[in-house]
Structures are given as C-alpha cells and as structure tokens.
C-alpha cells in the first residue's frame, strides 16, 4: 500500500488533466482552423528552388503530429520521472500511480467491459504478436487479405492455422465470406482479426456485423483500430469485439506506446510475452538446481521490464483530448473534408482513386490514389519538393490489397525513380499515393494539396528526379 496518498491526485495543479489544459470543443472553432492542436504547425521546410513554405502534413495515417496538449502534459510531469512499481520513495509512488491512472484512462477510452485488461505495448504489430503468442495451441486464424501486415503476418507461427480470405468487393460480401469459412471450420480455438478502417483507403469495415457472425460460430474477435480509433469513437462493449489494438503514435501521442486491450482469460492462462522482471510473482531455485517461477496474473503478466510511463501517458493524454474535443463533432468535421477531398481529385480525370467498397463507402481521412502517366513515387516526390506537401508513397505495408486494388498491373507511367519497395517479378513500379489527415490537419493544407495534384498533372514537374536508395527525390547536382 502507498505510503502517500495518491500522489498524482495531490499534485493535480501541477500535473496535466486539469481544466487549464483542456482542448477546446470543435463546435467552438473556426471551420478554417483544425479542432486540436499539434506541434508542427508553423514549421517550414525547405523547396528544391531555394524557397521555405509551412509544412503541410499529410501523411497522419504513419504517425500523426503530436498533440500539444500531450507534448505539455508529459513536459509537466518529466520533473516527477521515477521507477514504476514497488518504488518506495514518493516519485516512484507517484509515477506508479500515474502510469494506473493512464490504464483506467484507456480503458474508459475504448468503454471496456468489466473484467477486460488493459495491457500497454510498444505498437499495434507489438499488441498483436502479443496476441499471436497467447492464443491457445490449435487456434485458426481468419484475415482477410485486406489487412495491413501487422494483422495479417504475426499468426503464421507453430500452433496455429491462418486462413486468409480473398478481398471483399462489399460489407455484404465480406460478412457472407466470413460466414462461410467460420462454418467449414467449426472446432477448435478460433480467431477472426479485421481492421476498423483501412489504412490504404481508409474504408470503414463493418466490424459489428462481422463479429456478430464471429460469436454466433463461437469465434473471437480481435479489432485493429490503429486508423479508427484516431477518427471514431470507439467502444469494446458496443461493437463487441474480444480485444483491440491500437498504436500512440497514430492518436497524437509520440512515445512509442501502443495498447491491447480485451478480455483476461487467454492473456492469463500463457506464458508471459516476455519472461523476466515485473512479469514474475515469485522465483526460486529448486533442489534439483532449476528455477520455478510463478508468473503475474494480469497486465503485469505481459510488461516484463521498466515500463514505459512516459508513453503510456501520453497515450492517456492523447485520450482525453479527443474525448474532450469529442468525437460527434470530429467526425462530422471529417466527413465534410473527406467530400471535398474526394471532389477534388475525381474531378481530375488523370487520377483514379482506390477503394474496396465503391466510391460512396464512408472513410476516415485516409486516401490513396495513382495519376495516369504518373509514378506514384516521382509524384509524391514532385508534392514534397516543389510544395512542401508530405505524403506517402508505395504499397503501406498492405501489399496483397493495393495489388487488388491496382488489378496487378502498373498503375503509371516507367519513371527514373521507380518504387521504393520491391516489386513481384513481372511488375513495373507498382505503388501508389497516399493522403491522410486527421483532427489536427488546418483546411488550407488539404486545398493546397489539390491545387498541387491539379497544377503537377497540368503542368508536370518544375525538376528532374532520380532514384537515390530507392526513393525518388529532387535532383540537386545541376
């Protein structure tokens, strides 16, 4: 027990989460202005002409910018860093404290059911090979192929069956498609993993009608909400998924953290994720010179080592501020700028954008598209360099479903720079573009980006480009 009262609790002035630090509600905004705040908003950067623009970031489906609300909540407290747990001295107690307090504060975020654990990771790929090797002996997975890599590869290890599932052409498709392989395997520990939206074209996925197949064939349920929960509220007891992974880095939060949360059962009965200290209740040798350890039942049970208290709050600050900012108000914001963005590049003929479900398919604020006579790479290359504008390029560790999506073949024209990440024998260049913004993106950068989509297939490109370590970038030697 604390010798100290809840030290967070009496350092409330001084720490963050107090009303001083609140974000502000997006009702209360100019429609010009992005609803929160995030560090990098009047950075510059350099043109290939010499000149400097402010950066437009679009590539928030990577790594979104940073909260300034986080970067000042953990500024705060950097003063009070101590040792987590069993810690005696009065800043191990309170970081302790603070790092149980940001548990109760995701697990609030994402409305857990009684019972259900919060368990602090690196990533989503961290949660879900957490996940992968918790998962009882026997265990057949289902993906559809449609998955970004960190969902679709951690299952393919000893002890377990993978079925991948041909990309769905509709929400109607994909929970009949589902249905269909669940009954042709009924026995057994069985597993359906499924992304909230996709983080190529942002599609939402229908997650709650797929886990109610899932249930209804005694399958679980696992949610990648990496590219949701930054856009959508999120709630574990209403969609009824058994767990839900999510990355820090996509919510605003910069330091590495990520989340699985769910239920217990599966998580206490393996082994540890990682064996050592913090994981283990007791250790002791035995006569015959071994050692038996008992291990923590719990989070505990997978967060072997010093945690990382400075990302899990951050990862709770984070949070708040989208729940402070609420996700009613986001959204609406979001749908409209997904409209323009939509209208604006269909309306140029040279682009095609992608999509699973069809053109009418609700989405996040995330895009990809390819430009007739264009490589993808020399044009996201053309974005940065001649108007400061940060986009990705590329098959975003979703290679099966952009080349469903792209029909296999090379989607451009042959470029001096090619892809950056290789291509299967026969493909020339195959990769696309990416866009993606979030509720820290001003409307300005999303209408300088289209008048540069729109002034580049016009006009072309003002430079010469060529491929340095397989990345095309701007050709400074002249």
């Known amino acids: 027990m604390s010798v100290h009262p809840s030290p967070a609790a009496t350092?409330?002035?001084?720490?963050?989460?107090?009303?001083?630090?609140?974000?502000?509600?997006?009702?209360?905004?100019?429609?010009?202005?992005?609803?929160?705040?995030?560090?990098?908003q009047d950075v510059e950067v350099p043109l290939v002409t010499g000149e400097k623009i402010g950066y437009?970031?679009?590539?928030?489906?990577?790594?979104?910018?940073?909260?300034?609300?986080?970067?000042?909540d953990v500024a705060a407290y950097a003063p009070y860093y101590g040792s987590v747990h069993r810690g005696a001295g009065y800043l191990s107690q309170l970081s302790t404290d603070l790092f149980e307090q940001s548990r109760r504060t995701v697990?609030?975020?994402?409305?857990?059911?009684?019972?259900?654990?919060?368990?602090?990771?690196?990533?989503?790929?961290?949660?879900?090979?957490?996940?992968a090797g918790v998962l009882p002996a026997g265990t057949r997975v289902f993906a559809f192929e449609t998955e970004h890599h960190a969902s679709l590869l951690p299952w393919r290890r000893d002890g377990?069956?993978?079925?991948?599932?041909?990309?769905?052409?509709?929400?109607?498709?994909?929970?009949?498609?589902?249905?269909?392989?669940?009954?042709?395997?009924?026995?057994?520990?069985?597993?359906?993993?499924?992304?909230?939206?996709?983080?190529v074209t942002g599609e939402l996925w229908p997650v709650a009608e797929l886990t109610e197949v899932a249930h209804r064939h005694g399958a679980r349920v696992v949610l990648d909400a990496a590219q949701l929960a930054p856009h959508h509220r999120v709630s574990v007891r209403e969609l009824d998924v058994d767990w839900v992974a999510f990355s820090g880095h996509k919510l605003y939060a910069p330091f590495g953290a990520g989340v699985l949360a769910g239920r217990s059962d599966w998580l206490d009965a393996a082994e540890p994720y990682l064996a050592g200290g913090g994981a283990s209740r007791t250790v002791a040798r035995e006569a015959d010179g071994s050692v038996a350890v008992e291990w923590q039942h719990g989070p505990a049970r997978h967060e072997a080592g010093s945690?990382?208290?400075?990302?899990?709050?951050?990862?709770?600050?984070?949070?708040?501020?989208?729940?402070?900012?609420?996700?009613?108000?986001?959204?609406?914001?979001?749908?409209?700028?997904?409209?323009?963005l939509t209208a604006g590049l269909t309306a140029v003929p040279e682009v095609r954008v992608l999509s699973l479900f069809g053109a009418d398919a609700p989405r996040v604020g995330v895009l990809s598209f390819v430009?007739?006579?264009?490589?993808?790479?020399?044009?996201?290359?053309?974005?940065?360099?001649?108007?400061?504008?940060?986009?990705?390029?590329?098959?975003?560790?979703?290679?099966?479903?952009?080349?469903?999506?792209?029909?296999g073949d090379a989607a451009g024209a042959p470029s001096e720079c090619g892809a950056p990440e290789p291509s299967l024998p026969g493909e020339r260049s195959l990769n696309a573009i990416r866009v993606s913004f979030g509720a820290g993106t001003p409307d300005e950068h999303?209408?300088?980006?289209?008048?540069?989509?729109?002034?580049?297939?016009?006009?072309?490109?003002?430079?010469?480009?060529?491929?340095?370590?397989?990345?095309?970038?701007?050709?400074?030697?002249?």
Do not use: K, M
Request: glycine share 8%.
């Open 56 to 72: 437009a970031a679009l590539d928030y489906a990577a790594s979104a910018p940073a909260l300034r609300r986080v970067w000042d």
């Open 371 to 407: 430009v007739r006579g264009w490589n993808s790479s020399h044009f996201a290359a053309a974005l940065s360099a001649e108007y400061g504008i940060g986009v990705r390029d590329g098959l975003f560790c979703a290679h099966p479903l952009v080349r469903t999506l792209l029909g």
């Open 107 to 131: 697990a609030d975020f994402l409305d857990l059911r009684d019972g259900d654990q919060v368990v602090f990771t690196r990533a989503t790929t961290d949660s879900l090979n957490l996940l």
């Open 307 to 340: 945690p990382n208290v400075i990302g899990a709050y951050a990862v709770a600050s984070a949070c708040r501020a989208l729940t402070e900012a609420g996700f009613e108000e986001l959204e609406a914001r979001e749908r409209l700028l997904v409209e323009r």
């Open 11 to 40: 350092l409330a002035p001084t720490l963050p989460g107090t009303p001083s630090g609140r974000t502000p509600s997006a009702r209360h905004l100019p429609a010009h202005r992005a609803p929160l705040d995030v560090l990098g």
């Open 160 to 199: 377990l069956t993978v079925s991948y599932l041909r990309a769905p052409r509709s929400h109607a498709e994909a929970v009949a498609a589902l249905d269909a392989a669940l009954a042709e395997y009924p026995e057994g520990p069985r597993l359906f993993c499924v992304t909230g939206a996709s983080n």
């Open 446 to 478: 999303l209408d300088r980006f289209l008048a540069a989509v729109r002034e580049l297939v016009t006009d072309g490109a003002r430079w010469t480009y060529r491929n340095e370590g397989g990345r095309c970038v701007a050709d400074t030697r002249r």
